[in-house]
């Protein structure tokens, strides 16, 4: 699993808190033979580690603390953190390669255009590799992009959630994690 946390100035007060919260919530919730790995952006782009990570006791306390330690600033260039983002997870070994996206997906910078974004991560998760990674979305804020997401997440058969600011998004953790892993049905006949 990949963590993509938004930490653009959209996601101020009580936005941020709750990306801390899921990105807590999602960490101490991997077992020790997971992989994972993390990547903060805004108008930039910064992963924890160039490779994936075992999900040690240690491992997870680090990735938390850079979290913590991170600042707001910045748009969104979510294109930009998307293709990245695929590029990181095809390092994971074999299994299925998952992307975990908190973000209230309101694009500001570069590329704007819903359609763009959409096209532009098809291209990136089809571009040649067997496995597709799958995006699993938790949407923070009331002014969550939800069209944007949900065309992202249908299309690699992820999943998609979104939660207000100001509620508690407990349930919506767990319906979003209890989802990774989990087998698609397709081209199912009778």
């Known amino acids: 699993v ?7 100035l959209s996601m101020q007060g009580e936005k ?5 919260e899921a990105a807590d919530f999602f960490l101490h919730s991997l077992q020790p033979q997971d992989h994972f790995n993390l990547a903060l952006f805004n ?12 999900a040690t006791t240690e491992n997870v306390e680090r990735a938390l603390a850079f979290v913590k330690a991170s600042m707001l600033g910045g748009g969104t260039d979510l294109n930009q953190a998307l293709l990245k983002s ?22 500001t910078l ?3 255009s819903i359609k763009r974004i959409a096209q ?4 990136a998760n089809e571009s040649g590799a067997a496995q597709k990674t799958r995006l699993y979305a938790l949407g923070i804020g009331g002014d969550t992009n939800r069209n944007l997401l949900e065309t992202l997440t249908q ?36």
């Open 2 to 8: 990949l963590l993509l946390l938004d930490t653009s």
């Open 16 to 20: 941020l808190q709750r990306t801390v």
């Open 43 to 54: 108008d930039s782009f910064a992963p924890l580690a160039p490779t994936p990570q075992s």
């Open 86 to 107: 695929i590029e990181l997870a095809s390092a994971f070994p074999a299994g299925e390669h998952s992307i975990v996206l908190v973000s209230d997906a309101n694009p």
């Open 110 to 112: 570069k590329t704007v």
């Open 120 to 123: 532009a991560f098809d291209t």
């Open 155 to 190: 299309k690699c058969k992820g999943y998609f959630a979104q939660a207000r600011e100001t509620e508690d998004i407990s349930t919506q953790l767990k319906l979003v994690f209890t989802q990774i892993g989990s087998a698609s049905i397709d081209e199912l006949k009778f």
